[in-house]
């Protein structure tokens, strides 16, 4: 079993075609997993926009969600729940495309999920709870600059995955 964390981004997609072209689909199968991200340093400097009492001012993709129990800058839970929601459909969005890749090399030998979480840790409990054999994930992600060669989720897989961990650039 294989897994590519998936975000749009340019380097995911060429770690999901580097993973398509390594393995057999007849008796291999590939996860796609994209994860939302519940809070992070940008929703701290964010602040809201003048449009809506629960937008932010950072680009929608970046938008990093509270737990309903503990809302930011006093947010509902109901306007939190929104927030993840609106996420995971645009993560659901992005992984359209992979999955419709994947379904050609791999016919039904895939399985494309959204999970709501750090992607640091989600992707190592994922690689965990299902087994992986070898991760295939792009060197930075669309959250911008946060490592100084590799991303954050890329260096943080590196080290704690138990399996083999291959970054595309």
């Known amino acids: 079993q294989f897994l590519v964390p998936y975000d749009g981004s340019d380097q995911a997609r060429r770690a999901l075609e580097l993973c398509l072209k390594l393995v057999k689909p007849e008796q291999d199968f590939v996860y796609l997993l994209s994860v939302v991200r519940r809070r992070s340093p940008r929703l701290l400097a964010a602040g809201r926009s003048a449009n809506s ?12 969600l509270a737990s309903t129990h503990d809302p930011p800058f006093g947010y509902s839970p109901e306007a939190a729940e929104k927030i993840i929601a ?3 459909e645009e993560a ?6 992979a999955e419709d890749r994947a379904r050609a090399v791999l ?3 895939f399985e494309a999920l ?4 750090d992607p640091r840790t989600a992707i190592v409990d994922f690689v965990e709870r299902h087994n992986i054999a070898m991760v295939f994930m792009g060197s930075r992600g669309l959250s911008g600059l946060t490592g100084f060669f590799i991303g954050s989720a890329s260096q943080y897989a590196l080290h704690n995955c138990p399996c083999p961990v291959t970054i595309v650039k």
């Open 107 to 109: 016919g039904e030998s």
């Open 86 to 88: 609106e996420r995971k």
């Open 53 to 64: 009492p629960w937008s932010l001012t950072t680009t929608p993709r970046h938008l990093d």
């Open 114 to 117: 959204v999970e709501v979480g």
């Open 92 to 97: 659901t969005q992005h992984l359209q495309a």
